[in-house]
């Protein structure tokens, strides 16, 4: 779901032009970030769903970065951190687009996030599993990152007051984007990411 998390990312960018675009895109997998190392040292897992293969085929064991409430403290410290650069409005921008990586994967995930980190408390465990269905599931965030690509180039278009912001660089920097989304869905597809 990588693609679905920066196709939401290039949407809020269309909303809040002070936020860079690297922040945005930077807090849209910071969860993901934070699971990489404790993926690397074994503290997290992925574990192969038999039979599903390629996009979705496993039940990621996150116990840490994407229990509910580990995501809300992330996001609480990234806002925190954010606002202290972009001020209040970016602080919360930035707090919502991290919290957004939870709330996206919920839909996709099997039931594998926990509600408190390390499961404690051994609570019911969440996630609608969207990716049981890959056809759905693609659709679904093939459309999230169209219309995340639509806003941030209409955004783009809006912003157009400096000669830097001529056509032909609107052009590039909306192509660009459209490449890196496609690619980033590609590899989601071809469960690379």
């Not at 807090?27 to 293969?53: C, H, K, N």
């Not at 992330?74 to 202290?84: E, Q």
């Not at 709330?103 to 969440?126: E, Q, S, Y």
């Not at 169209?146 to 609107?170: C, F, H, M, Q, T």
Request: net charge positive.
């Amino acid at each position: 779901m990588f693609a679905g998390h920066f196709g939401l990312a290039a949407a809020v960018k269309a909303r809040s032009p002070k936020v860079p675009l690297w922040a945005l895109m930077l807090s849209t997998q910071l969860l993901d970030v934070i699971f990489a190392p404790l993926y690397v040292s074994g503290i997290e897992t992925i574990e192969p769903v038999e039979g599903a293969a390629g996009y979705g085929g496993g039940v990621i064991h996150a116990d840490y970065t994407h229990a509910l409430l580990s995501a809300l403290l992330i996001a609480a410290v990234a806002g925190w951190f954010a606002g202290r650069r972009w001020g209040k409005r970016g602080g919360i921008t930035i707090g919502a687009v991290v919290m957004s990586h939870w709330v996206l994967d919920l839909l996709v995930h099997r039931a594998d996030l926990p509600i408190l980190p390390g499961n404690w408390g051994d609570l019911p465990l969440l996630g609608f599993g969207l990716w049981q269905y890959p056809v759905v599931s693609a659709i679904l965030e093939g459309l999230l990152i169209a219309v995340g690509l639509v806003l941030y180039v209409r955004s783009l278009y809006k912003e157009k007051r400096s000669p830097a912001s001529s056509s032909r660089a609107i052009y590039a920097a909306g192509g660009a984007m459209g490449v890196l989304l496609v690619l980033s869905l590609v590899s989601d597809w071809l469960a690379l990411g």
